[in-house]
């Protein structure tokens, strides 16, 4: 894997373009005739099965040479196989497979001393995250030398945590002063990343030409880069989504190519190549990190604190080319400097424009996008010190594609302007490297400045009760290099009572400031109101996790914390001949259980709390935990141990054993309060076509890689093979349902009378509701509407509005005095629409903790997250809306005035009865990118103990 030691030898440089079939020539033989034309009838066969058909571009288009990619002058060594030498075909006249651009980076750090190749990860599906390393020989040399001398200058650490890092910040002096033997003129590191959206195929074929480029480059230019840069080239940052696209496009392309809308090759099948295994969006998750992909990218990107990172992906066909600066103002994240936008992007910009200019094709900036969000693949390096940088590449969605813009849109002519701003960024990094380690060393100097006058000192967290989800919060935190320590001893802050030995802090004077307040501050304040994505990600509130500013005094520093601490108390649990008790209290106690129900045993679930005498002590126990008791089961009693000890390591929650159904406080474990969960949840999903993928890749995603219950996805053309009594639970998240209709709805309503489990996430609830599945939802619909008649609206002005009415407040008055929409200019509507759209904030609920859905939870206040208008009040039954939206709902994010009065007291979560069956509505989704760690366990519990939730009258 590591670059050749032969040095490169220069030749005479010749013409750009060179024929294929050099490749593939042989040296002549002396055969026979006869068998002469054999072999050359196997040869010509060979080279039909291992080459694409040679397809056909629109009339007038200009073959994809090398010639039509690169600039006039350009020139390569020849001992350095181009991208179409080594494929077989011409890039832009084929979809490249993942495994075959790894196989052409790996060979040209084979063939030359400028490059190198490593695998920092793999992917869900099991292909690896290359990248190359390009520089000069003598850098590669001293390579490490360069990236530790780049980040003592910083005064950063590369360890999980921060460890290392220096208290006080980078060193004085200028760049590179932080090492021994750092260079005084150091080199820019510039990572050029592509295709984090797999169906966004260009960028991957842009870095087959730039990692060429940059390798073979023969110019005094290039190995002037060369001298003054490091490279790393990502080329597919979304394997697994790439191959599922590309796959598509190859397989219907057309010859010649087929450019209408139309065809099925510009129209992939559901969930499409955008995500990644789990149908996430991989350009959501830099901060979230709950991908594999996107933890090994964020191991990468500490490693080297590149000074710029590239970030290709494409847009609707009828578009042009948007390069940065985006929106000004409104998209900037207020953490980082101002500068950044208004100095530095610009500088760049000037380069792109030139590049694109030079081709005549059209682009824009400043209008769209945003910078704001620190989990995307353009802002998180923002958060390290560097330029994060989007680009965006009208697609052609396919080889070829009418568009209103370009006529007909090719896949060569999106790949060159792709490739054009790529080496213009190279450019622009060299051009301006003094300038740009100038502004990451102000960067960390500048945080550290902030620190000290902010008035918030740290935060401290830490759940008592829930050892795992601390976990998980502590590798968030060390993934992202923020520095953590113990809390020294048990204190009370902000009204919340944290306790040594099960909470942390972060102060806020260390290098990670910037993302220390991304990650626990709220946001209120905006400087504009309508948003590309979300508004808020204030980490601490998705998971759930009790935490406190710290706003006076020293900051509480115990030990520096430099790995997530192991499980306790596992593998103690002796052997108990009456019952085992799992604490459901535990973020990952659905693991443990469904690790013992996949295996047979039987296990039971108190309905109310108790307090049972265990071999640890008299123990408390919330409602929901779970009783295995020994008497009952088909295995033996060491057997029965031994699983139970296994579901202990497996999940990493221990169990308590107990001699006697005696309980302390509360129900006995033999009560009828103690129900039966006869076997794990079978569980069905309905995806495909209108269906939203991304929520139902977060269901997947949760219940394949923290719970282990296999899910059954069917497609919705399948449904009608669907025997709904073979499952307990149906999921149906957003989408359109229009399949189940005729018997197949009337199907569904039976087996929810009958005793199965509908849980239905924000669209499909609104659905649910319309089919009558949640008649007490109906009913209070129907009450909200004929209460708001009554209040006159629309007929007199003034009118009251009755309380728990849900509906959009009017304004303006007709001649007869009756209430009416304003007028307001259609300009304004696109910004107005914005303005008053949910599109992604954080609300306190209030959760019932007695009722089933809340099991495990300790207290009744919780966070979720809404980004949708679907507005609905409390069930007509007082026992049916365990989860509910407060007076004073806002915790984080933006929110227009008129859609916060539309949210307060509104629900959050509604259940019904329909004879033996539950429906559970979750208007909010509790899974929202796999990182809603705070909600997940509403999701789960609905699943486990929903036929146990039964609706009670009112009273």
């Not at 021994?180 to 984090?196: K, N, R, S």
């Not at 790439?242 to 969930?271: Q, T």
């Not at 449904?719 to 998240?733: A, E, N, S, T």
């Amino acid at each position: 894997m590591a670059h050749s030691t032969h040095p490169v030898t220069l030749v005479p440089t010749r013409p750009v373009t060179r024929p294929v079939t050099r490749l593939l020539s042989l040296p002549a033989l002396p055969l026979a005739p006869a068998l002469l034309l054999a072999s050359a009838l196997v040869m010509a066969l060979v080279m039909a099965m291992a080459l694409p058909a040679a397809a056909q571009l629109p009339v007038g288009e200009p073959e994809p040479t090398l010639d039509y990619y690169f600039a006039e002058g350009e020139t390569f060594d020849p001992a350095i196989p181009s991208p179409a030498e080594f494929l077989g075909y011409e890039i832009g006249m084929h979809h490249t497979r993942h495994d075959r651009i790894v196989a052409y980076m790996q060979e040209l750090a084979r063939l030359s001393d400028r490059a190198t190749y490593q695998e920092i990860g793999r992917t869900v599906g099991h292909r690896v995250l290359p990248v190359l390393t390009v520089t000069s020989p003598q850098n590669h040399a001293r390579l490490e030398e360069i990236r530790t001398a780049h980040l003592a200058a910083l005064g950063v650490s590369p360890e999980r945590g921060g460890v290392g890092a220096p208290a006080g910040g980078p060193p004085a002096g200028g760049p590179g002063a932080g090492g021994p033997g750092a260079a005084t003129d150091p080199p820019a590191i510039v990572h050029l990343g592509y295709g984090v959206h797999g169906n966004e195929t260009s960028s991957s074929e842009t870095a087959l030409l730039t990692a060429y480029w940059l390798v073979a480059g023969t110019s005094a230019e290039v190995e002037g880069f060369l001298r003054e840069g490091v490279f790393h080239v990502e080329p597919v940052l979304n394997p697994d989504g790439r191959d599922r696209h590309s796959h598509w496009a190859n397989m219907h392309k057309g010859d010649p190519f087929v450019v209408d809308p139309l065809d099925r090759e510009h129209n992939e099948a559901w969930p499409g190549g955008r995500t990644h295994h789990y149908w996430f969006d991989l350009n959501r998750d830099w901060l979230p990190l709950q991908s594999p992909e996107s933890r090994a990218r964020i191991e990468w990107h500490h490693r080297w604190h590149p000074n710029v990172v590239t970030d290709y992906h494409e847009m609707g066909t009828n578009s042009t080319y948007f390069f940065e600066p985006t929106k000004p103002e409104g998209s900037w994240n207020p953490l980082l400097p101002e500068e950044l936008y208004t100095d530095i992007t610009l500088r760049f910009a000037e380069h792109w424009a030139a590049s694109l200019d030079e081709l005549g094709s059209l682009y824009f900036t400043k209008e769209v996008f945003d910078n704001t969000y620190p989990g995307y693949g353009s802002t998180y390096p923002n958060f390290l010190g560097g330029l994060g940088l989007v680009f965006e590449q009208a697609s052609a969605r396919g080889h070829a594609q009418t568009s209103t813009h370009h006529g007909v849109l090719t896949f060569p002519y999106t790949i060159r302007n792709q490739l054009r701003t790529s080496l213009a960024t190279v450019r622009a990094a060299i051009e301006h490297r003094e300038r740009m380690h100038e502004y990451q060393l102000d960067f960390y100097r500048s945080g550290l400045d902030e620190a000290r006058g902010f008035p918030v000192r740290g935060w401290v967290f830490g759940d008592t009760r829930d050892a795992s989800k601390n976990r998980e919060f502590l590798d968030l935190l060390l993934r992202h290099r923020i520095q953590v320590f113990e809390l020294p001893e048990s204190r009370e802050v902000g009204g919340e009572r944290f306790e040594a030995g099960s909470a942390w802090v972060v102060p806020v004077e260390q290098p990670g400031y910037r993302m220390v307040r991304s990650i626990f501050e709220r946001t209120e304040t905006f400087a504009d109101s309508v948003f590309y994505d979300a508004s808020t990600w204030t980490m601490s509130l998705a998971y759930g996790i009790p935490h406190a500013a710290l706003t006076s005094g020293a900051v509480p520093r115990g030990s520096q914390v430099t790995e997530v601490p192991r499980p306790q108390g596992l593998g103690v649990v002796p052997e108990s001949r009456y019952a085992y008790l799992l604490d459901w209290s535990d973020y990952y106690a659905p693991r443990a259980l469904q690790y013992l129900l996949a295996r047979g045993v039987r296990a039971e679930v108190a309905m109310q709390p108790f307090t049972a005498r265990t071999n640890q002590g008299e123990h408390p126990f919330p409602a929901g935990s779970i009783s295995i008791p020994v008497q009952v089961q088909s295995q033996d009693a060491a057997t029965l141990h031994r699983l139970v000890r296994e579901a202990e390591t497996h999940a990493g929650v221990p169990f308590l054993a107990t001699e006697t159904g005696y309980s302390v406080e509360g129900i006995d474990l033999g009560s009828g309060n103690v129900r039966p969960i006869p076997h794990a949840p079978r569980t069905l999903m309905i995806v495909g076509a209108g269906i939203n993928a991304n929520e139902a890749g977060q269901v997947w995603h949760l219940l394949d890689t923290r719970v282990d219950l296999p899910l059954t996805k069917v497609d919705r053309d399948h449904v009608g093979r669907i025997h709904f009594p073979d499952y307990d639970v149906v999921v149906l998240v957003s989408g359109n349902y229009g399949m189940l209709q005729g018997e197949t709805l009337e199907a569904l309503r039976r087996w929810v009378r009958d005793g199965g489990t509908l849980v239905a996430v924000r669209q499909a609830a609104e659905w649910a509701i319309q089919q009558g599945l949640a008649p007490r939802v109906t009913q209070a619909l129907e009450e909200g509407d004929a209460a708001w008649a009554r209040a006159g609206v629309g007929a007199e002005t003034g009118a009251a509005v009755p309380e728990g009415a849900v509906r959009p407040p009017l304004s303006g008055v007709d001649s007869r005095g009756n209430l009416l929409p304003a007028r307001i200019d259609w300009a304004d509507a696109g910004p107005l629409a914005g303005a008053q759209r949910i599109g992604g904030s954080i609300y306190r609920a209030d959760l019932d903790p007695t009722h089933p859905i809340g099991f495990g939870f300790q207290g009744r206040e919780i966070a979720v997250w809404r980004d949708h208008e679907i507005f609905l009040p409390p069930s007509a039954n007082p026992f049916a809306t365990p989860v509910q939206l407060t007076a004073d709902p806002h915790l984080s994010g933006y929110i227009a005035p008129v859609s916060l009065d539309r949210i307060r007291s509104s629900a959050s979560i509604l259940t019904d009865q329909v004879g033996s069956g539950s429906v559970v509505l979750m208007l909010d989704n509790p899974n929202f990118r796999g990182y809603w760690f705070g909600t997940n366990r509403l999701f789960l519990n609905a699943l486990y103990f929903g036929r146990h939730m039964s609706v009670p009258g009112a009273p």
